[in-house]
């Protein structure tokens, strides 16, 4: 179970937060190898739907992009590509996901990109008041208004999930 005391420490995620006057709280739990967002949820006891998955993909050209998608649904790669005004997306094998993004698998956050990239998230997220989203490193979310996720992270809204 997780403990409501740790601290975690800074990440590039959390610097990006601060530096931008974002207001988060901490939600360290412990990181179980393929456990995904329902574990996470679980051991956090929030609603799997507001634990929003950070997810490294690329279209047919091999350009990188992030999705936010709720933990409890996928993303139509169809979809997503559509509301892009590309041909194909899918997901970036993990060792490309990590150099794209400056984070391991499992610890992927859109704040502190090692390189930006374009974001998109569900339209969905956007209407939930907090969302709980990686904050850097495996075994951490951070508590957010989904508003930071538009402003001032730049997501832009689409409708691709399964």
């Given at each position: 179970m997780?403990?409501?005391?740790?601290?975690?420490?800074?990440?590039?995620?959390?610097q990006w937060l601060r530096a931008h006057g974002i207001s988060f709280?901490?939600?360290?739990?412990?990181?179980?190898?393929?456990?995904?967002?329902?574990?996470?949820?679980?051991?956090?006891?929030?609603?799997?739907?507001?634990?929003?998955?950070?997810?490294?993909?690329?279209?047919?050209?091999?350009?990188p992009l992030i999705v936010l998608m709720h933990g409890d649904r996928q993303v139509?790669?169809?979809n997503l590509a559509r509301a892009m005004g590309v041909k194909s997306v899918e997901p970036c094998k993990p060792e490309v996901a990590q150099r794209h993004s400056g984070y391991l698998v499992g610890g992927t956050s859109p704040f502190g990109l090692r390189k930006a990239l374009p974001i998109f998230v569900?339209?969905?997220?956007?209407?939930?008041?907090?969302?709980?989203?990686?904050?850097g490193r495996r075994g951490f979310l951070v508590g957010i208004s989904a508003q930071v996720l538009t402003d001032p992270l730049g997501a832009r809204s689409v409708q691709c999930a399964l």
């Open positions: 997780a403990k409501k005391d740790r601290h975690v420490s800074e990440t590039p995620a959390t709280t901490e939600h360290p739990y412990d990181y179980v190898d393929q456990g995904g967002t329902a574990e996470s949820a679980r051991q956090l006891g929030v609603d799997e739907h507001a634990v929003v998955k950070t997810l490294v993909m690329q279209d047919e050209r091999a350009q139509s790669t169809k569900e339209h969905t997220v956007l209407a939930l008041p907090k969302v709980f989203i990686n904050g």
